[in-house]
């Protein structure tokens, strides 16, 4: 047997449970792989809520989470590359990586460096690639200037530091206490709410060139606002503002796979990305820590810890 997070019916964090399950083998070109650290998701918490029913329903019982990082334990037949004992980072495509054990594709995994932590590890998938796909489809490059709304939240911190790391000059708005930690990253702070678009006119009189929306809440109608062409802003958060103003939308889904986690690991190898995790949690306070997430104001992301 091994442990797995469940929940049977939709609703808020008190539909949570970790329970027994049996130990999952893998099949022809699949890995087992014992789970140290998994990232949680707004998008996760949205789905067990029953909010995205139409496009991504549940089948009960159901479990959760797509990102991992852990040790492979077991390879399904034609397996060839990996090794047992193999320190990984991962993704499933089943909602299942919030697990002491999980089987994925062979293919949904890649080699964990030595010098990126578990917990950094396990934020790739999600967050990682989303911000990936986001920076691409705004083509931040050399001279631009790119704003990211929600620069200091799971999906910001990387955009914004990607964007910084193609070359553009980076605002990211978010709230006061996190504008030292975005200076420490050489991106620019400006404080959302009332008067944003005049704060960031001030930031950069220069104009803005690409606008990366992560949290929604008019950051669509803003970037129109600045000037920015609808075909270099990308929200992750606003499909209906997406629709209105015809402006991209790529997120996990576009920029989601194994090179691109290879990538992001590189980065981080390199200095050039920094991952601040708010806050770890055990395996079995999962209710606590999609409550702590669904408060909002998290600088970074939140990990599970199996052991």
Known sequence: MTRAVR???????EVLRVVEVARPEPGPGEVRVEVVAAS????????????????FPATFPSGQG??????VTAR???????GLGQEVIG?????????TEVVVAAANVVPKPATVTWEEAATLYVAGTSAFAAVRAVGAD????VVVAGASGGVGIFAAQLARHAGATVVGTAREEEHDFLRSLEIIPVSYGDGVAERIRAAVPEGVDAFIDTHGSGNVALAIELGVSPDRIDTIAD??????YGVKSE???AGGGAQTLSELAALIVEGELRIPIDTIYPFERVAEAYGHLEKQHVRGKIVLRME
């Open 66 to 71: 797509s990102d991992f990082a852990g040790r």
């Open 142 to 145: 050399l001279g631009d200037v």
């Open 40 to 55: 949680i998701n707004p998008g996760e918490a949205a789905i067990r809520r029953g909010l995205f029913d139409a496009v």
């Open 7 to 13: 929940f049977d019916r939709y609703g808020s964090t």
């Open 239 to 244: 499909f209906a503002a997406a629709k209105q």
């Open 91 to 99: 993704f499933s495509d089943d909602r299942s990586s919030q697990a």
């Open 76 to 82: 399904g037949a034609g397996v060839q590359g990996i």
């Open 251 to 253: 997120g996990n889904a």
